[in-house]
């Protein structure tokens, strides 16, 4: 850092960059929204059930937001690969980790568009119970999984995009690591879409699911230089 | 750009263009008997000193070949973490080379592990695969994992890239395999026999022939990682002489594979291979 410029104007910069090429070209998250309804579908016509309900329904959503989600995280890096957006970010005289916060955070921007369809998508479509009371609750634990997501997902996404078989990669290497995030999210989603729920979201979930995310942010924040050094 | 990956004047690069003769797999006879003595003995106290178990009878005896086999591999998951991370630091290609083949072997343990840990599941619950017995899940996240270290590498062809980023990989992984053991231990109801819960509640005899099994497996494991290293090691220098005998540049000659190559190599030309990235 030359002491001019902040590693946080440097997120903005970067932040304002990345939502503006997705406001124009609409790469993502349209067609990670698309591909959330039309799996929903795929459920119904595969299960042949025209509603679901606690176990059978968190595991619906969630394995249809992390799959769109990896839709997400193969376009991550793909521009600045090929398009000399590494190169550029590199000449620049700043901290290195900004680049990490910032896709982090386009991530995330990313998937919290992607569920604002796919989570009424999946109310109206497949869900039996009315989502009214627990939404807050709801809300509380696609965060916290949203935050383990686009953590691990820009790490995962750095180290792919510069294989050569970076759409394959990409999901065998995050699909294992986001196994936790799956268990904690479904865990804690289940009660919530019950008929009858016995009380709030597991509270052990949500410790599980928040110190995930951290240790992996440490991780992340800790790695991700050594993956922009060319 | 320079990459920093390999400096010139590194001991390997040093050794190998003065041409003085080198001697890898020093104490490598020793380490083979001492394993070969070891297994032997665990063996023998398997089957002829460990009592039988009331419930599980002859085939609890897997147990001391497979719960050794899995400590093994998840500690050489992370030792293979560990050595990475000193590859990160010091950008010397050989602890690349040593968290690879840490690595490659645990692979191979945990595949041992997986299908012995089914052969018992299949004895005593009547299934080949459990799904509420954590441990065994655990294993098999982090296999899935690890499975993919090799197509990484394999997938980029610039060595140094290569090993940086195998290495961000590994340190990842290595952290990820005790996180991933809480987190699913967390969702399943305790199911695994008690056994695994550490040596206290085991009876004198079983615990003693379990610690020697344990270090009969320990020692199988850094014996093969020897071999292999040093296998790694002298490949590479032959390939090195034979290139200077017949006078090729060493960039030439290099095919893309998934281990770590060290640089056997003069080092303008190096310099000149690696400057492209």
């Not at chain 1, 691990?152 to 196994?179: C, H, M, N, S």
């Not at chain 2, 990820?176 to 040596?199: E, K, Q």
Request: hydrophobic share 55%; proline share 5%.
């Amino acid at each position: 850092m030359n002491g001019t410029v902040t590693t946080r104007s440097t997120v903005r910069a970067l932040l304002r960059k990345e939502l503006l090429v997705e406001l124009r070209t609409l790469e993502s998250v349209p067609g990670m929204s698309l591909f959330a309804v039309t799996t929903f579908v795929v459920f119904h016509f595969a299960l042949n059930r025209s509603s679901v309900e606690g176990d059978l329904a968190a595991g619906i959503l969630w394995v249809t937001l992390l799959f769109a989600a990896i839709l997400g995280i193969n376009r991550l890096f793909v521009a600045d690969a090929d398009q000399g957006g590494f190169d550029g970010f590199l000449l620049a005289p700043v901290e290195r980790s900004a680049m990490l916060i910032a896709k982090a955070l386009t991530l995330l921007a990313y998937l919290a568009a992607l569920e604002l369809v796919a989570v009424p998508a999946f109310a109206l479509l497949l869900l039996g119970p009315s989502l009214g009371g627990v939404l807050g609750e709801l809300v509380l634990i696609l965060l916290l999984a949203d935050l383990g997501v686009a953590v691990i997902g820009t790490l995962v996404a750095a180290l792919a995009v510069q294989t050569r078989a970076r759409d394959l990669l990409g999901p065998l290497l995050a699909l294992p690591l986001l196994v936790p995030i799956v268990i904690g999210a479904a865990r804690a989603t289940s009660p919530l879409l019950a008929f009858s729920h016995p009380g709030g979201a597991p509270g052990r979930w949500l410790a599980t699911l928040g110190l995930y995310d951290l240790l992996f942010g440490l991780i992340a924040y800790a790695l991700f230089d050594f993956l922009l050094e060319d | 750009m320079q990459s920093p990956g390999r400096p010139a004047g590194s001991p390997q690069n040093e050794r190998l263009s003065t041409g003085r003769p080198q001697r890898y797999g020093g104490g490598l006879r020793a380490l083979s008997i001492a394993t070969v003595l070891a297994i032997a003995l665990a063996l023998a106290l398997v089957f002829f000193y460990a009592p039988l178990e009331a419930e599980q009878g002859f085939l609890q005896k897997i147990f001391y070949l497979h719960v050794p086999m899995a400590i093994v591999a998840l500690c050489g998951f992370v030792i293979g973490g560990l050595l990475a991370i000193q590859h990160l630091r010091t950008r010397d290609a050989r602890w690349d080379m040593r968290s690879y083949v840490a690595i490659h072997m645990s692979l191979i343990f945990a595949v041992g592990t997986l299908v012995t840990g089914s052969i018992w599941a299949k004895g005593s619950w009547g299934h080949w695969w459990v799904w509420n017995e954590p441990t065994l899940v655990s294993f098999l996240i982090v296999f899935l994992l690890y499975a993919t270290y090799q197509p990484l590498r394999f997938a980029i062809e610039d060595p140094e890239r290569q090993s940086r980023y195998a290495s961000v990989f590994a340190v990842t992984a290595g952290a990820f395999v005790p996180m991933n053991f809480i987190a699913v231990r967390l969702s399943t109801a305790y199911l695994h026999p008690r056994v695994l819960g550490g040596t206290a509640n085991l009876p004198g005899e079983m615990a003693l022939t379990f610690l020697v099994s344990l270090f009969a497996m320990a020692l199988l494991y850094a014996t093969l990682c020897k071999y292999e290293l040093t296998a790694k090691h002298t490949r590479a220098q032959v390939r090195a002489l034979r290139r200077r005998l017949s006078g090729e540049s060493d960039a030439a000659g290099r095919a893309r594979s998934a281990a770590p190559t060290l640089a056997p190599t003069t080092v303008p030309a190096r310099t000149a291979a690696g400057s492209g990235a």
